[in-house]
């Protein structure tokens, strides 16, 4: 059983750039958060989906949005990027529990 | 904002030695989790223990909750060099219907063979 998948690994942009990121929830998972991990800070919560709403959004500026699509996976969208934008970015899964499952996390670098 | 913070920010020790980690936190929760992380990677669960739940095991793990404080500790028993790795606490708050996590800060353990 496979388990939360970040793509891409690591990802190198410009300021004023637009990225991507997408996230495979833990099979049987119907709700994907997003974090933001700055180096030797603990993650952020961005914001969750549920049910290809947003259900809940922590205080990121909308330049960050996102989408569930119908098979439950994600994507993180961030426009205009700035160099504070670098980060960790770590996608998590779960369905009606407490407990939620991390992926390996996609490692923005901007320059 | 971070809601929780560990305590303390780094601790070192010999392998086969215990580990205590402490957490605080500001507000009421739900339940508090606790998370490593090796070296910027993914984060993995540990161990939940519910907001009317006191103290709780799992394997060489024990996690104690103080409600009245807002406060946990983590203790990691005979520790080993693979426990090497940031610890973070977690909170999810009683309000809503989200699974919202609210980290700490971490604490770094390095474990010295």
């Known amino acids: 059983d496979a388990g939360v998948t970040q793509s891409p690994t690591h990802l190198i942009k410009t300021r004023g750039q637009q990225v991507t990121l997408r996230c495979s929830p833990k099979?049987?998972?119907?709700?994907v958060s997003w974090y933001q991990q700055a180096l030797g800070q603990g993650p952020q919560f961005i914001f969750q989906?549920?049910?290809?709403?947003?259900?809940q959004r922590g205080n990121f500026p909308d330049r960050f949005s996102g989408h569930q699509f119908p098979n439950y996976s994600s994507e993180l969208n961030v426009n205009a990027l700035l160099l504070g934008d670098s980060a960790l970015y770590l996608c998590a899964s779960c369905h009606g529990t407490y407990e939620q499952y991390f992926g390996p996390g996609t490692r923005l670098t901007v320059t | 904002s971070q809601q929780g913070e560990e305590d303390p920010q780094a601790l070192s020790i010999q392998e086969g030695e215990n580990a205590t980690m402490n957490c605080s936190y500001k507000?009421?929760?739900?339940?508090l989790q606790w998370y490593r992380q090796n070296s910027g990677r993914g984060l993995v669960h540990l161990i939940l223990?519910?907001?009317?739940?006191r103290e709780k095991h799992s394997g060489r793990l024990r996690v104690t909750l103080d409600t009245s404080k807002k406060s946990s500790s983590l203790l990691i028993t005979a520790s080993r060099a693979a426990d090497t790795a940031s610890y973070f606490c977690?909170?999810?708050?009683?309000?809503?219907?989200?699974?919202?996590?609210?980290f700490g800060s971490g604490t770094q353990l390095t474990v010295l063979p």
């Open positions: 989906y549920y049910e290809e709403e947003e259900r």
């Open positions: 507000t009421s929760i739900n339940n």
């Open positions: 977690a909170t999810d708050l009683p309000s809503g219907s989200a699974r919202q996590l609210t």
């Open positions: 099979s049987g998972h119907d709700t």
């Open positions: 223990i519910r907001s009317n739940e």
